[in-house]
Nanobody, 127 residues
Framework: QVQLVESGGGLVQAGGSLRLSCAAS????????MGWFRQAPGKEREFVAG????????YYADSVTGRFTISRDNVKKMVYLQMNSLKPEDTAVYYC????????????????????WGQGTQVTVSS
């Protein structure tokens, strides 16, 4: 099991940037695929970005491609989401998650493929 704590959310104007951080604890972190999801009020949780255990395979939802970048530091046990050119529609609670696969390279875009979750951090983008 991996424990996850997100930080870095806040209020930003459209066009601005934020960097979300996810601090992990647990012995299996470095072998797990990690992901970021988000949930806006009244909407289902949706996939944002994923990164495999080595960091070589990164993938994104179409809505954030070219604007968001996911990265990880296995030594520090951290996952990051750099968000640029933010839009009001990016407003949501953002969750860090760890998938159940070990040393995998598949793209995991479904929340049921992730079994450890943080508490979330609010991102609000004003127009």
């Amino acid at each position: 099991q991996v424990q996850l704590v997100e930080s870095g959310g806040g209020l930003v104007q459209a066009g601005g940037s934020l960097r979300l951080s996810c601090a992990a604890s647990g012995r299996t972190f470095s072998s797990r695929t990690m992901g970021w999801f988000r949930q806006a009020p009244g909407k289902e949780r949706e996939f944002v970005a994923g990164i495999n255990w080595s960091g070589e395979n990164r993938y994104y939802a179409d809505s954030v491609t070219g604007r968001f970048t996911i990265s990880r530091d296995n030594v520090k046990k951290m996952v990051y989401l750099q968000m640029n050119s933010l839009k009001p529609e990016d407003t949501a609670v953002y969750y860090c998650s760890a998938a159940s696969d070990i040393y995998g390279s598949r793209q995991l875009r479904i929340s049921s493929e992730y079994n450890d979750w943080g508490q979330g951090t609010q991102v609000t983008v004003s127009s």
